[in-house]
């Protein structure tokens, strides 16, 4: 069985696992799916580690069912998988919908799975809460004044 793995997706490999790649050369998908032109991909009988954030789900896919996704959120997913895209909407979802232009679609049969926090996103976070000086107590930003003295 083979894997398409987002990129830089595969962690590690125990026993039996081919690390590969395959291209992906339709222009829709490749600049607009989120993957890539070069996508990884596994094979073998043994037992590989995906990095993934967050709530990690795992759909099967029925033959002929569609499943619309943010491009961040898939993983991995079977060869046997039909990846594509759709878009959002029109001008205002795109520009005010937070979700830009499209979104990715896949297609049964087969499984996919699903992260609900890509690194993306939680980089992305990560410098908002930066940004605001860390917020909270332990936050990281320096006491002044009176806090200080204690």
Excluded: H
Excluded at 36 to 41: A, E, L, M, V
Excluded at 104 to 115: C, K, N, R
């Amino acid at each position: 069985m083979t894997w398409r793995v987002k990129s830089g997706g595969w962690f590690a490999s125990i026993d039996q696992v081919v690390l590969d790649f395959d291209t992906d050369c339709n222009p829709a998908t490749c600049c607009c799916g989120g993957q890539g032109c070069f996508r990884q991909t596994l094979k073998g009988n043994g037992t590989a580690f995906l990095a993934a954030m967050g709530t990690i789900m795992t759909k099967e896919l029925a033959a002929g069912e569609v499943m619309v996704l943010d491009t961040n959120s898939l993983v991995a997913w079977q060869d046997t998988i039909k990846l594509d895209i759709k878009m959002t909407g029109g001008f205002c979802t795109c520009c005010c919908g937070g979700e830009g232009l499209f979104n990715t679609t896949v297609e049964g049969p087969g499984v996919v799975y699903i992260q609900s926090m890509s690194v993306e996103k939680f980089k992305a976070a990560l410098r908002v809460a930066a940004a605001k000086g860390g917020g909270g107590k332990g936050g990281g930003a320096p006491l002044v004044g009176e806090e200080m003295a204690r």
